[in-house]
């Protein structure tokens, strides 16, 4: 049972540059989320998807964000003109339903660090 | 606006010891779950154990229990026999349906360090 993967592990970039990341969910699950974590704080949500469709965005997701799952398997979110603010930890995670009891279980995280 | 808060920013304990992390939350939901989970220095973060609302028994997964305090809307996370494995950061996150849909809320974190 593979768990969730992330790609890359790390990126540096200069400002203004876009990235984009990579997360492949757990199989079977149909529900992946997108979060950020900087520094000594907790993740923060940013989108999050049921199959293909993406159903909620955070205010945090500005317009230079963005975030697909074409197929309905895995997930890119792209960050367009990068600032020095978007340096973070950037983790995906998924689950196999909207159940209340069901945890969302997450990818080691890209690590975004913009020079 | 639901908020969760670990008022221990650095936690020690004693090798084979218990520890207590600390969680509260606020929500007007009626309806919600809260997660713990660890995040080693490595990075992943590894769900522990989940307590939902209307459970009436306290959750316990193997050394992990949860001391669930509905009234005073507190969730603390009991490790019991520590090991030094255990080090890690603990954070503490919930689920309210009504207010955020389908997010986790997660609060600032604790740092536990297990001493030898």
């Known amino acids: 049972d593979t768990g969730v993967s992330q790609n890359p592990r790390h990126k540096i970039t200069k400002r203004g540059q876009n990235v984009t990341f990579r997360c492949d969910p757990i199989s079977e699950h149909n529900r992946l989320y997108w979060y950020r974590q900087t520094l000594g704080q907790g993740p923060e949500f940013l989108t999050y998807f049921q199959n293909e469709a993406q159903l909620e965005k955070s205010r945090l997701l500005s317009d230079r964000f963005s975030a697909e799952r074409p197929k309905g398997s895995f997930s890119t979110l792209e960050i367009q003109r990068t600032e020095q603010g978007d340096s973070a930890m950037y983790l995906c995670?998924?689950?196999?339903?909207?159940?209340?009891?069901?945890?969302?279980?997450f990818g080691d995280g890209t690590r975004l660090s913009i020079l | 606006a639901q908020k969760i808060t670990q008022t221990q920013p650095g936690m020690f304990v004693q090798e084979k010891e218990a520890v207590t992390l600390d969680c509260t939350y606020d929500?007007?939901?009626?309806?919600?779950?809260l997660f713990w989970y660890k995040q080693p220095s490595s990075g992943e973060m590894i769900f522990l154990i989940y307590q939902g609302s209307y459970d009436e028994q306290n959750a316990t997964e193997g050394r992990y229990s949860l001391n669930f305090q509905k009234a005073r809307k507190s969730a603390n996370l009991v490790i019991s026999a520590s090991q030094l494995g255990d080090s890690a950061m603990y954070f503490c996150?919930?689920?309210?349906?009504?207010?955020?849909?389908?997010?986790?809320?997660f609060g600032e974190g604790t740092q536990l360090t297990v001493n030898p």
């Open positions: 996150a919930m689920r309210d349906w009504e207010t955020s849909g389908s997010r986790l809320t």
């Open positions: 995670a998924s689950s196999s339903t909207d159940r209340s009891n069901q945890p969302q279980h």
């Open positions: 929500t007007s939901d009626q309806s919600y779950g």
